[in-house]
């Protein structure tokens, strides 16, 4: 299992809108994110995939620190879970078109 480290700016644009007063990373935009980090690592394109499953479990702010594991199963899909600060906000896993 591979690990990567996803830091939102505490001034994250989002968090004006996205609630006032109690400001969370989209969870459209936290996944985005996490794949973009993945794929980076992966040194592959995901901008076509099917998400297999996605489960947001607590809200991401701005100015958190998403700790990432990933890894690829037998499979082929990959299997990732994301903490903040030792708490889990997010769990999926994605399977790459070919």
Same mark, same amino acid.
Do not use: W
């Given at each position: 299992?591979?690990?990567? @480290?996803?830091?939102?700016?505490?001034?994250?644009?989002?968090?004006?809108?996205h609630?006032?007063?109690?400001?969370?990373?989209?969870?459209?935009?936290?996944?985005?994110?996490?794949?973009? &980090? @993945?794929?980076?690592?992966?040194g592959?394109?995901?901008?076509? &995939?099917?998400?297999?499953?996605?489960?947001?479990?607590?809200?991401?702010?701005?100015?958190?620190?998403?700790? @990432?594991?990933?890894?690829?199963?037998?499979?082929?899909? @990959?299997?990732?879970? &994301?903490?903040?600060?030792?708490?889990?906000v997010?769990?999926?896993?994605?399977?790459?078109?070919?």
């Amino acid at each position: 299992m591979a690990r990567l @480290i996803l830091q939102f700016a505490a001034d994250h644009p989002t968090g004006a809108g996205h609630f006032p007063g109690n400001p969370i990373i989209p969870g459209a935009l936290l996944l985005a994110e996490v794949l973009r &980090c @993945i794929a980076r690592a992966e040194g592959v394109s995901y901008t076509s &995939c099917n998400v297999k499953n996605a489960k947001f479990l607590s809200p991401a702010r701005p100015g958190d620190k998403v700790e @990432i594991d990933h890894a690829r199963s037998a499979a082929g899909s @990959i299997e990732f879970t &994301c903490t903040v600060a030792g708490n889990k906000v997010l769990s999926g896993a994605i399977v790459a078109n070919t």
